[in-house]
């Protein structure tokens, strides 16, 4: 017997996305799986934050659908079962990263301890930390920690690893097959092959 297909959980069917004059997006088909890493690649530009927006709930298609869960991606219920660590992001600068871990854990049914976060992102040596006095390289790794902090089902991590050291970048790495073998699907977004290459099931560009 063949083995059953995992469900999708996470999907972008014919859908169009345009910014005035500019198609980000053409008529795209997508589907994440259930326990699988999906690596995105193409140039800036190409759309791959988009289609990540988009997934989210954070932008609407012009044209075709977007789905997750099976729902709406705006939805409460959905966005309950989500992880997320974009390229931008709005976090309150004046608090200590283990207090923002705290803060982003109480959005969610079933969190992650600060302790488990903490461990997973490599972020101990940060918790007493001010977001706004920390290195661009630092923030990454606390943006890491508050995506794991609701304990995902999928994880959307745009260009994850860009701006920290070698180091850190292995951390990430090893926590994300950590996170696959719990059944977490991943969407990765990457400018570097090897990355891709290191982490993915399949890889859409």
């Not at 999906?38 to 044209?63: F, M, R, Y």
């Not at 719990?182 to 099931?201: F, K, M, P, R, S």
Request: proline share 4%.
């Amino acid at each position: 017997n063949e083995a059953a297909v995992p469900a999708t959980i996470a999907s972008l069917s014919g859908v169009t996305r345009k910014f005035a004059d500019v198609v980000a997006l053409d008529r795209i088909d997508l589907q994440v799986r259930a326990g699988d890493v999906l690596a995105v690649l193409g140039p800036n530009g190409a759309g791959k934050t988009t289609a990540i927006a988009l997934l989210l709930g954070l932008q609407q298609a012009d044209e075709g659908r977007a789905e997750l869960f099976g729902m709406e991606p705006r939805s409460l219920a959905a966005r309950r079962r989500v992880g997320a660590m974009l390229q931008s992001a709005a976090v309150p600068e004046t608090l200590e990263v283990g207090e923002l871990i705290n803060l982003f854990a109480s959005y969610y049914p079933n969190p992650r301890t600060l302790a488990e976060c903490a461990a997973l992102a490599g972020v101990e040596d940060l918790l007493d930390r001010r977001y706004g006095k920390l290195s661009g390289g630092q923030q990454r790794r606390a943006q890491f920690a508050l995506a794991l902090a609701g304990n995902p089902e999928i994880l959307f991590l745009d260009e994850p690893t860009t701006g920290l050291d070698i180091e850190a970048r292995e951390i990430m790495w090893k926590t994300i097959r950590t996170l696959i073998g719990q059944g977490c699907a991943i969407v990765l977004t990457t400018h570097y092959l090897e990355e891709a290459e290191a982490l993915a099931d399949r890889v859409c560009v």
